[in-house]
């Protein structure tokens, strides 16, 4: 499952940039847009109490981004950007039958624990919390080649 991936990436932000991480398993996104959505109409039908999506309650804390990995395609998560307040990334395999092997379509796809890395560090780097020469290295260090052609239209 993706989630090892992300684990993976947890690993090795934390011990190799000193970023604490936090992991989640969104194991419903069709559900938890499904609430936000109903709350938003229920809030704006409503205005004396301001209903907040289990989504928003929980991806609203101190993370300065919030990144969203799934075998699937990254249009489903990317339904919940809207109610998160934080900078939202999303990787997913947006296309089918490139590989021989799980691992190798997520490489293909780019999400897999090398590249939650660099999304999670490039989001930083937007944001002024991580020098863009870590983000050089890291690409370096993990083998990424920045002139890949994007898998999505490749």
Known sequence: AIL????????ILEADYQIPCRVLS????????KEAVSFERE???NRDVKKIPHVTQILSGEAKIVVAATDYVR???????RFISKSFYTLGTDGFGRSESREQLRDFFEVDAKHIVLTVLSGLAEKG???EAIVAEALKKMGILSDKKNPMIS
């Open 4 to 11: 090892r991936e992300v684990q993976k990436a947890k690993k």
């Open 26 to 33: 969104l194991t419903s996104v069709k559900e938890l847009y």
């Open 43 to 45: 809030n704006k039908l």
């Open 75 to 81: 249009a489903l998560p990317d339904m919940l950007a």
């Open 129 to 131: 919390e991580v020098k």
